[in-house]
């Protein structure tokens, strides 16, 4: 349920936190409740158990969501990130452009889009970063590529981040939005400022019509 910071940097290999980053394991056994894992270092610790967290958080997902069930999404005291992400995610390659994301943004409706390098993310960039990294200078031109560019830092959490928590670091950082990342280290989704004002806009609707 951590959340992590990534300092702003040049989009080369993936900016995720170590957490996220896939990594070679060797052959690994099918895990069960009662299997006790095995912590001295081997090739397969690591994946065992990352496999045995998330069927630990899958249930805790499961029962949070029965126990929760009638109650406004707002109101709760834990709130996953899954629940109110957007899971819709564009991207574009290192090599693309600042003109690449501006159009990708303006055709698709969006205002963040990931950077990726070698397949790997390697950045969150949203249309107020890039308005403004065009208007401080005129050697910043739109053919400019991302992998010159130092881009800025970026959140990112797990899909059972606590949503409240992550809205109090996104304003102490003053950024708009997190990325949303899975246990393989793939982006599963976006949460953004707007995701917020949604959720609490519906909330004001409830308590009028009550």
């Given at each position: ?57 899958h249930r805790a997902l499961e029962e949070y969501g029965s ?54 993310v390697a950045g969150l960039v949203d249309l107020r970063w ?81």
């Amino acid at each position: 349920m951590s959340i992590y910071v990534s300092e702003p940097g040049r989009p080369v290999g993936t900016r995720l936190p170590e957490i996220f980053r896939g990594r070679r394991v060797g052959e690994v056994t099918e895990l069960t409740e009662t299997h006790k894992l095995d912590v001295s270092h081997s090739e397969n610790t690591d994946a065992e158990f990352q496999m045995a967290a998330r069927s630990g958080r899958h249930r805790a997902l499961e029962e949070y969501g029965s126990a929760t069930a009638g109650e406004p999404k707002e109101r709760r005291l834990y709130l996953p990130v899954s629940q109110i992400c957007t899971p819709t995610l564009f991207s574009l390659p290192a090599t693309a452009t600042v003109a690449d994301a501006l159009e990708t943004m303006e055709e698709n409706g969006i205002h963040h889009i990931v950077i990726t390098a070698d397949g790997n993310v390697a950045g969150l960039v949203d249309l107020r970063w890039l308005l403004t990294w065009l208007h401080e200078s005129e050697d910043h031109a739109p053919d400019s590529g991302f992998v010159n560019i130092e881009l800025p830092a970026f959140l990112t959490a797990s899909p059972e981040t606590d949503a409240h928590q992550l809205a109090r670091l996104m304003l102490a950082h003053q950024l708009s939005a997190a990325l949303v990342v899975d246990e393989t280290g793939r982006p599963a989704g976006v949460v953004t400022s707007t995701d917020y004002l949604r959720l609490y806009a519906s909330a004001g609707r409830h308590e009028g019509s009550v």
